[in-house]
């Protein structure tokens, strides 16, 4: 058995399911790129049959991505098979992770295929991908909760058909870890060619033990491959976070004894672009990532790690990625520190013309603000990314007037179709009067399902991320803005959502 656990990373595709979530083909390319720097051993960078969005997006990261495994999922039909291997085509180090699901209950409810019927179905199509590909992976969906001899009898099967991984996800986060453990241990045990393949876990989050089942799956069951996502992203409770399944590994060596490649120094890097492309905010006191990580506020607690940093912390935040001098540029920086930066941070940006632009709004920003902090870059980055052409809307010039005891009031200048259009409303408070004048000339209907803040650093100068949620006709999206004026930054949020409202496609949604 290796003592290499092998990091597959599916934050652009089980991640982007989270509501919202989804993300455009300049936005997967960059995270792929800061997963590369980080290391994963595989990046699954979505699900080709879905859409021809989704197609393009693996082909382009299949197509940039040279030190990671790039994978793309397909259902174990010829179809998406075919699909995924030639939206993979020009990658030379790429992977088909083909799925079905096995418990009882997804195939009568859910497929309405028999046992018998699912055993071919995966064996053929196992055998349709291997002739494709020499890497590729098996997912029973639902396996944990399957039945375990049936399952045993499908590994065994796609294992002899040319499968070198064969995942079993606890699709529904049912398992308890030893529990998890132990039904891997035994399922290895029953299939006589397990030694014929890695064994992979896939846990999600909805009992809160996604990172604890995945490492009971390893220890206990003997995996070598964990799916995980950055900021444990992902649909209903989330996925088995990466950066806790890593500096869990790490720093407890002594009980795992196993390596991972991973640069951790890169891991907040992943977080924060992570977050700020998909407008989820990291809750402060989350493992690894969280502002309050390594913060102290105990008398005691901070005693003690004045005395021997040991005392209190098990990691050294610099591991990860955090730094004690977080302020980088200021308004007298010059366009190539600020280039500089954008690569410590993980951005590339496509063309010159966005690096001209981004810069432009750093200047603008730096005008505004003396201090600028990694997480301001990021915002200003993420937010106007997209070249103005190709948004219906964008954000042009806003006031408000708000005094005690009046209704609030807004006038905002926006471009709709390349055309600027003012409009004005009421509201209930500046933000709401805000919102209220975008939706009276844009009328969308949709209804905002989340509205959301975050300071970006703890400054009182600090720029707020907003983040909006629209729900319109079965799509929901979410939007962000930042800027030191919040209600500017909600006025951007609500425009991005509606950007992506208007450019939104169908998505099929994936279970693994």
Sequence with gaps: MTD?????????????????????????????????????DVIEAGFAASSNGDFECIQAIARAVKDSTVCSLARANDRDIARAAEALKDSGNARIHLFIATSPLHMEKKLRMTPDEVFEQAKLSTRFARNLRDNIEFSAEDGYRSDLDFLARICEAVIKEGATTINIPDTVGYGIPELYGNFIKTLREKVPNSDKAIWSVHCHNDLGMAVANSLAGVKIGGARQVECTINGLGERAGNCSLEEVVMAVKTRK??????????????????????????????????????????????IHQDGVLKARDTYEIMRAEDVGWSANKIVLGKLSGRNAFKQRL???????????????????????????????????????????????????????????????????????????????????????????????????????????????????????????????LQSGGHVVNGSGADPDIIVASAKAYLSALNRLYHGGDRVAAQG
Excluded: C
């Design 254 to 299: 002594d009980y795992f004894n196993l390596q991972v490649g991973i640069d951790t120094t890169q891991i907040l890097a992943a977080s924060k672009l992570v977050s700020s492309t998909t407008g989820f905010v990291v809750q402060p006191n989350k493992a690894v990532v969280g502002a309050n990580a390594f913060a102290h506020a105990s008398g």
């Design 343 to 469: 690569q410590e941070l993980g951005v590339e940006l496509e063309s010159e013309a966005e690096t001209l632009a981004a810069f432009s709004r750093f200047k603008e920003l730096a005008d505004r603000k003396s201090e600028i902090f990694d997480e301001d870059i990021l915002a200003l980055v993420n937010t106007g990314v997209r070249p103005a052409e190709h948004e219906q809307y964008g954000f042009v010039s806003l006031s408000q007037h708000s005094e005690t005891g009046e209704r609030p009031k807004a006038d905002i200048v926006f471009t709709a179709g390349g055309k600027e259009v003012r409009s004005s409303a009421e509201g209930n408070g500046p933000v709401d009067a805000s919102l209220r004048a975008i939706e009276a000339h844009v009328k969308s209907g949709a209804e905002m399902t989340l509205y959301s803040v975050n300071a970006i650093n703890g400054s009182t100068d600090a720029q707020g991320e907003v983040t909006v949620r």
């Design 4 to 40: 290499k656990l092998i990091i597959f990373d599916t934050t652009l595709r089980d991640g982007e399911q989270s509501p919202g979530a989804s993300m455009t083909r300049d936005e997967k390319l960059r995270i792929a790129r800061q997963l590369e720097r980080l290391k994963v």
